[in-house]
């Protein structure tokens, strides 16, 4: 691959596990501050998300990357970002939605 390519790679890899970070640094700052009767459903909303949120992340990704491979190298590594963020929105909103869902049952 082209140098200028690889960096940005190694940049999206890196700027993924910030963001990681900090959504879990969020999430922990959001039961933290919840009421108390609510700290269970809220962590389980929030992991919910959390897990969501990566899954459609990962998937978005792949498919970004492979949309974006009609124009190889930057059109992948840009495809992939893009999808990963998109799916990461998703997957995060499905994810609480069902978390959501499962708690009102109980």
Do not use: C, H, N, W
Not at 9 to 37: I, Q, T
Not at 74 to 101: D, K, R
């Amino acid at each position: 691959m082209k140098p200028g390519i690889d960096l940005m790679k190694s940049g999206v890899r890196v700027g993924g596990k910030l963001l990681l970070g900090a959504a879990v640094a969020y999430d922990v700052y959001d039961v933290a501050s919840a009421l108390s009767d609510q700290k269970v459903a809220t962590a389980t909303r929030d992991a919910a998300g959390l897990a969501g949120g990566m899954a459609g992340a990962a998937y978005g990704a792949e498919v970004g990357a492979s949309i974006g491979s009609a124009f190889p190298g930057l059109g992948t590594v840009v495809g992939g970002v893009v999808g990963g963020v998109v799916g990461g929105i998703v997957g995060s909103g499905v994810g609480e939605s069902i978390a959501e869902g499962i708690m009102d049952l109980f």
